[in-house]
């Protein structure tokens, strides 16, 4: 099972980007997924998530209302697209795939699968 992120870059203060993470060799169709982040010399935190019935999405309180987290069908991507980007929204940014329940959406413990990470820059 592969989780690759891509779609990260440098942008100004105030743009936009848009992140895909594809799943090979395996579909998020069972399964909730998560966007985390780590800026450099802080705690990796939850940014949003998508549940498997796509039901409901979940998002921090920092990135609500400028975040949005969808899922395609077949299942086999899931995006984050990120607008009005804030130099603290800059760091590596990862997605992961998990099936615990009952979970918290934002710990990184109840998610099983992890992407190595796509690069955001904001200046």
């Known amino acids: 099972v592969q989780l690759v992120e891509s779609g990260g870059g440098s942008v100004q203060a105030g743009g936009s980007l848009r992140l895909s993470c594809a799943a090979s060799?395996?579909?998020?169709?069972?399964?909730?997924v998560g966007w985390f982040r780590q800026a450099p010399g802080k705690a990796r935190e939850g940014v949003a998530a998508?549940?498997?019935?796509?039901?409901?999405?979940y998002y921090a309180a920092s990135v609500k209302d400028r975040f949005t987290i969808s899922r395609e069908k077949p299942m086999t991507s899931v995006y984050l697209e990120m607008t009005e980007l804030q130099a603290e929204d800059a760091g590596m940014y990862y997605c992961?795939?998990?099936?615990?329940?009952?979970?918290?959406?934002?710990?990184?413990?109840?998610?099983?699968?992890w992407g190595r990470g796509t690069q955001v820059t904001v200046s």
């Open positions: 992961a795939a998990g099936q615990k329940w009952p979970f918290t959406w934002s710990l990184q413990f109840d998610y099983d699968y």
């Open positions: 060799g395996y579909s998020f169709g069972g399964r909730r």
């Open positions: 998508i549940t498997r019935s796509n039901a409901y999405t």
